[in-house]
């Protein structure tokens, strides 16, 4: 645990397993946005343990779940940012999982590339 961290002490639980959490984000890009957690406060997901990804990617399993029962997306992005350069604000693990629907964007083709303006479309051969 850390002090003032919002991720290591949060009130609004949605899932949850031995090693992680789910909560909504609080700034969602989408209806439904979760945010997968570790207990364990470390800043680099690369850090991670074994036993910590297998519950992460348990709970994206869950979330799904719960994101498809209630809201239907079309589509989703996972996500996690690792560094201030790679846009991560807040130094605990957290993976986004972000529901998509159909004409949420004109264009979504290169999905996660966008992260970096620009560089989200190439030639598709397709």
Same mark, same amino acid.
């Not at 399993?61 to 790679?86: A, E, F, M, T, W």
């Given at each position: 645990?850390?002090?003032?961290?919002p991720?290591?002490?949060p009130?609004?639980?949605v899932l949850?397993?031995?090693r992680a959490l789910a909560v909504?984000?609080?700034?969602?890009?989408s209806?439904?946005?979760l945010?997968i957690i570790?207990r364990?406060h470390?800043?680099?997901?690369?850090?991670s343990?074994?036993?910590e990804?297998?519950a992460?990617?348990?709970?994206?399993q869950k979330?799904?779940?719960?994101?498809?029962?209630l809201?239907h =997306?079309?589509?989703y992005n996972?996500?996690v940012? !690792?560094g201030?350069p790679?846009?991560?604000? !807040?130094?605990?693990?957290h993976?986004?999982?972000i =529901?998509?629907?159909?004409?949420?964007m004109?264009d979504p083709?290169?999905?996660?590339?966008?992260?970096?303006?620009?560089?989200?479309?190439?030639?598709?051969a397709?």
């Amino acid at each position: 645990m850390s002090v003032g961290c919002p991720f290591c002490n949060p009130s609004d639980i949605v899932l949850e397993n031995e090693r992680a959490l789910a909560v909504y984000d609080r700034f969602p890009v989408s209806p439904g946005h979760l945010l997968i957690i570790p207990r364990r406060h470390f800043p680099d997901f690369f850090q991670s343990e074994p036993d910590e990804i297998a519950a992460l990617i348990h709970l994206l399993q869950k979330g799904r779940d719960l994101l498809d029962s209630l809201h239907h =997306p079309d589509g989703y992005n996972v996500g996690v940012n !690792i560094g201030r350069p790679s846009g991560q604000t !807040i130094m605990h693990v957290h993976v986004h999982l972000i =529901p998509r629907y159909a004409g949420d964007m004109e264009d979504p083709v290169g999905g996660v590339r966008g992260v970096i303006p620009g560089k989200q479309k190439y030639p598709c051969a397709c």
